[in-house]
């Protein structure tokens, strides 16, 4: 793989992951509601399933799979529902008040393993992550090399400037945690990124298996 054909990719991965979507609401409304390193483990799980829809794609499976109508209609529709569940159960997550200290609240805090499924899913189960590495990343894929040596390039650079994004994402949003620390301001919080996690949910089911028809 040539320095220009890695640089290009550098940028393509940059625009992608400042790109507001799933990953990002959730990164934010972790990093809100439990810090940068509790949001590690959840941003772990994000990287984890941009790697399986990178390998996917790159073996070609993401492109039977968008060929397959009813494949993919599986895909989206469990992708949506998901991120729908994700949303409802963060506007009606329970909010603990501190009785020593009547003007703290804490959400009550997911174990360590349940952050990270919950960043897998949330990436893995996203068709226009799909999408847009099949469509994109064969650009970057030269012929007349191994591929999976390409592919690990790739997989490396996607997930490190990922990891950056993210948790500056949970960076901003837990420099704000000061702003939330009583009960309402908590659960208004909770019901926002609820909100918004659910209205991505929701417009996953507009997606079209192939964007140009």
């Known amino acids: 793989m040539s320095f220009t054909t890695w640089i290009t990719f550098f940028f393509a991965s940059c625009l992608i992951a400042v790109s507001p979507g799933s990953g990002a609401v959730l990164s934010m409304s972790h990093g809100l509601s439990y810090g940068v390193r509790k949001t590690t483990a959840t941003i772990l799980g994000l990287q984890a399933g941009l790697l399986l829809i990178l390998f996917i794609a790159g073996a070609g499976v993401g492109s039977l799979l968008l060929a397959s109508e009813l494949a993919f209609s599986v895909v989206k529709t469990v992708g949506a529902l998901y991120l729908i569940y994700l949303g409802f159960s963060q506007w009606r997550s329970r909010v603990d008040v501190q009785p020593d200290l009547r003007s703290h609240a804490n959400p009550a805090t997911p174990a360590t393993r349940r952050r990270v499924l919950l960043g897998f899913l949330t990436n ?90």
């Open 124 to 213: 893995a189960t996203n068709p226009k992550g799909i999408i847009f590495m099949v469509a994109v990343l064969p650009q970057f894929i030269s012929r007349d090399a191994a591929l999976l040596p390409q592919l690990l390039i790739l997989a490396v650079t996607t997930c490190a400037v990922d990891l950056v994004v993210m948790h500056g994402y949970a960076f901003a949003a837990s420099s704000m945690q000061r702003y939330f620390r009583d009960a309402a301001a908590v659960k208004k919080q909770n019901m926002f990124f609820g909100g918004v996690l659910m209205a991505v949910g929701a417009t996953l089911f507009f997606v079209k298996r192939n964007p140009a028809a």
